[in-house]
């Protein structure tokens, strides 16, 4: 009930501002997404352990953490498509659960999996959504052009959906986001199982969503590529929110010194064995590009490490620091985070 | 963009309720998987089939003269009646069942849930397109019934109340296959509970009411034919309904027992009526069910 007299306030608030000034600003303290205390549980599997999160309108949000942190729960119960077991998710002003409807209207949501109805041309497929958020057959007319060509698929406006490759698909899937002009949108792996050239592609259309002054919380596995468009991002594990802020401070909270990158002639095993007893070293990641040493000392201990290693007789290839940035800060969360203090 | 969203809200008022996008959705793609003309393809066969062997016994078993019998032409309009009775309860479930779980399973529903169309729009809508599949199915077998009107002795009105009491039936079982449908996550569940529902209304009901006529005449204290509520056992069971369509005598004889001698007391109402009743209150309940459990509820 409190909840319900918490929102008609908002409401009253903005009808009594005549004044447009005064209505944008009481319109900016609505924040667009609150989050307080919000907790899922399945049986006895806990998926969201009392989270708390505020983004401001026109912020873009980055939704940093491992498989099954609880994520897409967060962003599912944003979505109306989930009931939180307590607490409350509010988007505009609108709690999910109360007041579906309203949210719905104002989300523009895709899921990490998503299915097409195979049968529909592109064109169809935007046509039966923007029908379904009931926006009128001249005003689709027109507006579903200037979709198809913000995701690049002008050219397959007659195509079948399922002759459509993964990436075209889920560009279409974001048109169909876009489609009833949504204030908020939720984008859940928007990117995963594309190739570079389609992620890139990916990338550009959020880059023009930002400018356009949309609100968006993203969660991908790109985050390192938006580096630059995201005004802030949120750390989840195991249904917590362990950090969040701007890039740099998640940086200092979790702690990541340094990133070393060793690529040695051969006897890769036995460098990592060697590493793994050596001071300061947090973590070692062995992959085909050579060896990241996760590194918690300063140049005296590198130049050091360097020293015993070529003492030891290991024949290095190279032996760099890594600049760190936010995809070592993910690869820091989502590998399990031993690193993380 | 204000007054735009103030035109949008006024349009879609009157426009849902004439198009709704999820109806032309469903009639769309259903007719445009060659699905759609082999489950046509199969059924006319099927009935087409029947309807020729059928004719084909009754003219060897009358002798083979050139007259043809209106007694018998009555028979086979019995029987294709209830043959199609048949592959209706085998098609409906097969139609519905999975119209709501198969969107789950292809990952399109929850799509379709963040979207304005409410939970009873998308239900019903789907009610209504597989209903509507079903029927251009039926209507389409009408020429395998004009074979027994050239031979006579069926009413023209007896034929449009047994073709209005197959719309009923596949409301009911399309109603039961939408409710398991939207109840359980995967398809192939929700078809065997609706191919066992539907296994009980044709078969159990029928069989309830066996044993409960069996164990009422076997009452030492009742031995003379008397009126008796067992009928309404029967009243569940539609091939029953679809006899007292076709013989209305029949909805006598299931509330007698002990026959022989006349019952004192008539029958309540037809058995079709009763039938109708009964199973409107449930397929009313069965939608509102599924309508409920589309969407995640709040649990208060």
């Known amino acids: ?341 | 963009m204000k007054e735009q969203a103030a035109m949008r809200k006024q349009d879609i008022n009157w426009r849902n309720k004439l198009i709704n996008p999820v109806l032309n959705k469903e009639f769309k793609l259903r007719m445009r998987t060659p699905r759609a003309m082999w489950t046509l393809f199969f059924y006319l066969f099927a009935i087409g089939l029947m309807a020729l062997s059928a004719i084909y016994l009754t003219e060897i078993n009358s002798g083979g003269g050139q007259s043809f019998n209106p007694e018998e032409s009555k028979v086979l309009f019995y029987f294709l009646s209830m043959a199609q009775l048949g592959l209706i309860a085998f098609m409906a479930p097969g139609l519905t069942a999975g119209v709501i779980s198969g969107e789950r399973e292809k990952q399109t529903l929850n799509l379709l849930l963040t979207t304005q169309q409410s939970s009873a729009t998308i239900v019903l809508s789907k009610l209504v397109s597989s209903l509507s599949f079903m029927v251009l199915i039926v209507v389409s077998t009408i020429p395998v019934y004009s074979m027994m009107f050239l031979y006579g002795g069926i009413s023209p009105s007896q034929l449009i109340l047994v073709f209005l009491f197959y719309l009923f039936i596949m409301f009911v079982l399309g109603s039961f296959g939408i409710l398991f449908s939207s109840l359980f996550k995967r398809t192939m569940i929700s078809v065997i509970v609706t191919y066992g529902v539907t296994l009980f209304i044709f078969g159990g009901t029928a069989l309830l009411f066996f044993v409960v006529v069996n164990m009422v005449e076997q009452n030492p204290y009742s031995n003379t034919a008397s009126y008796s509520w067992v009928g309404h056992f029967i009243a569940w069971n539609p091939v029953a309904a679809l006899y007292s369509i076709l013989d209305p005598s029949i909805s006598e004889q299931a509330f007698t027992v002990n026959m022989g001698s006349p019952s004192t007391k008539h029958a309540p109402m037809a058995l079709w009526q009763e039938f109708m009743i009964i199973y409107t209150v449930l397929s009313v309940i069965a939608l509102w069910v599924g309508i409920r459990s589309l969407r995640p509820r709040l649990k208060l």
Do not use: W
């Not at chain 1, 999910?96 to 109805?117: N, S």
């Not at chain 1, 760099?320 to 690869?331: I, K, P, R, Y």
């Open chain 1, 1 to 341: 009930m409190s909840k319900n007299s918490e929102i008609e306030i908002i409401n009253v608030d903005l009808q009594q501002n005549t004044d447009g000034e005064t209505k944008e600003a009481a319109d900016r303290e609505v924040p667009m997404i609150e989050i307080k205390q919000l907790r899922k549980v399945f049986g006895s599997f806990q998926a969201l352990k009392s989270i708390d999160l505020t983004i401001p309108k026109g912020t873009v949000f980055g939704f940093v953490g491992p498989n099954g942190a609880g994520k897409s729960t967060t962003m599912s119960i944003l979505a109306t498509l989930m009931m939180p077991t307590s607490g409350y998710a509010k988007v505009d002003g609108f709690d999910v659960t109360l007041h579906p409807q309203e949210v719905r209207k104002r989300i523009g949501y895709m899921p990490d999996f998503f299915g097409v109805y195979d049968q529909f041309k592109t064109v169809e497929y935007l046509h039966f959504y923007g029908a379904s958020y009931g926006i009128p057959k001249a005003e689709r007319e027109e507006l579903i052009p200037q979709l198809l060509e913000l995701v690049n698929l002008s050219d397959k406006k007659d195509a079948y959906v399922d002759t459509l490759s993964r990436g075209m698909k889920q560009r279409l899937c974001l048109a169909r986001c876009l489609v009833h002009d949504p204030e908020l949108l939720i984008l859940d792996e928007p990117a995963s199982g594309l190739d570079p050239r389609a992620r890139i592609e990916m990338r550009e259309i959020l880059r023009e969503l930002k400018a356009m002054g949309k609100t968006i919380i993203i969660s991908s596995h790109i985050l390192p590529e938006l580096a630059e468009m995201v005004d802030e991002i949120g750390v989840i594990e195991h249904g917590e929110m362990i950090a969040i802020g701007n890039v740099a401070d998640i940086q200092n909270k979790l702690r990541v010194k340094r990133f070393l990158h060793v690529r040695l002639r051969d006897r890769e095993e036995e460098a990592e064995a060697f590493l793994r007893d050596r001071p300061y070293v947090n973590r070692i990641l062995r992959d085909e590009r050579g060896i990241q040493i996760h590194f918690g000392g300063q140049d005296a201990e590198q130049s050091e490490l360097l020293h015993d290693m070529v003492s030891a007789g290991f024949q290095l290839i190279s032996f760099s620091e890594a600049q760190t940035n936010l995809e070592d800060v993910f690869l820091e969360i989502t590998k399990g985070g031993e690193g993380i203090e």
